[in-house]
């Protein structure tokens, strides 16, 4: 089992609907959260980050985090094809230690 | 605020030759990573920093990889010799609070080996 699974994709979204992106994670104790979007050629984007149980919202993004559950999802809303990108899930196992998930491809078709 | 810098974007070596990659982090950053990524993967750490300390270099292949950040700030990552193997992506990232906060990457490396 990978400490950081994400479904591969291609994840294909029609243009102004919305993307749902899962992670799961493997380490209970894990205490942070990121999503990062890299689009291709190019280095990963922080984009959101979460700590704590619930959702956070910043535009048309929001993150999900059940430490329960262990999973940590990323929604886009209104999805645009800029918003065609790999997007990675990165968990903070313990103090200092990130491990990074293989990322999710998704394409916003008009 | 500057990002973090790295150079250079693109390196072309034959085998066996040696190789450096330099970054310079975020103003303020004590926090300095050195991954490794392959296409199609997530990024892997290579050794992460906490000012001039080396605080985790288990991942490093020390027979070839060697890195240093001598004065804390800018850091240079050396192979020394390159394999075929080492073509990827090599990106520095940097964070003010290396325990458990943001990362932020720089542009990488991308090393083919020939």
């Known amino acids: 089992q990978k400490e950081v699974e994400q479904n591969s994709g291609p994840l294909s979204v029609p243009e102004g609907a919305i993307a749902s992106l899962n992670c799961t994670y493997s380490?209970?104790?894990?205490?942070?959260f990121f999503w990062y979007r890299q689009y291709s050629g190019k280095s990963p984007e922080l984009i959101m980050s979460i700590y704590s149980n619930g959702d956070k919202e910043d535009g048309r993004f929001t993150a999900q985090l059940n430490k329960a559950s262990q999973y940590v999802s990323l929604l886009i809303r209104d999805s645009q094809p800029s918003d065609s990108a790999t997007y990675l899930c990165?968990?903070?196992?313990?103090?200092?230690?990130?491990?990074f998930g293989a990322g999710t491809q998704v394409v916003v078709t008009p | 605020e500057a990002g973090v810098v790295q150079s250079p974007r693109y390196k072309i070596i034959e085998k066996k030759q040696p190789v450096a990659f330099w970054c310079n982090p975020i103003?303020?950053?004590?926090?300095l990573y050195w991954y490794l990524q392959n296409l199609g993967q997530g990024p892997e750490l290579l050794i992460r920093y906490e000012n001039e300390e080396a605080v985790d270099d288990s991942q490093l292949p020390k027979d070839r990889f060697s890195a240093e950040r001598l004065k804390g700030v800018d850091s240079t990552l050396k192979i020394q010799p390159a394999e075929l193997g080492d073509s990827a992506v090599y990106l520095c990232a940097s964070s003010l609070e290396g325990g458990v906060g943001e990362q932020f990457f720089g542009p990488g490396t991308r090393l083919t080996v020939l």
């Open positions: 380490d209970r104790g894990s205490q942070s």
């Open positions: 103003s303020g950053h004590n926090t």
């Open positions: 990165a968990v903070n196992k313990a103090w200092g230690k990130f491990q």
